[in-house]
């Protein structure tokens, strides 16, 4: 699946294109597991107001069933002002970004 940076949620499977300019509320991100692809150590780097977050995994082990990794911030009610928004880095996955 491509990118969808026109709808609700906004989606992103890689980093082409994930960035924005302007204000859009936030009400909740989540990086997820895509095809159990997520393993120790992959990384997600995102800017937002101008703060770096950077997000690793820390799994016990990437030997046999794992939980589905989920990381996210929200969900917020009202979303909350983001702007300059930058998906950076994403070793595996997707982020799902939903907005009022």
């Not at 794992?66 to 300059?84: E, K, L």
Request: net charge negative; hydrophobic share 40%; glycine share 10%.
């Amino acid at each position: 699946m491509a990118n969808n940076t026109a709808g609700n949620p906004l989606y992103y499977d890689g980093t082409s294109g994930a960035t924005w300019k302007g204000t859009k509320y936030v009400r909740l991100f989540q990086w997820v597991d895509l095809n159990e692809d997520i393993i120790d150590g992959d990384q997600c780097t995102f800017t937002v107001n101008g703060v770096t977050l950077d997000v690793e995994v820390q799994k016990t082990t990437d030997v046999g069933w794992q939980a589905p990794v989920a990381w996210q911030i929200g969900p917020f009610n009202p979303g909350i002002a983001w702007s300059d928004f930058t998906l950076s880095a994403m070793d595996s996955g997707a982020v799902h970004i939903w907005i009022d």
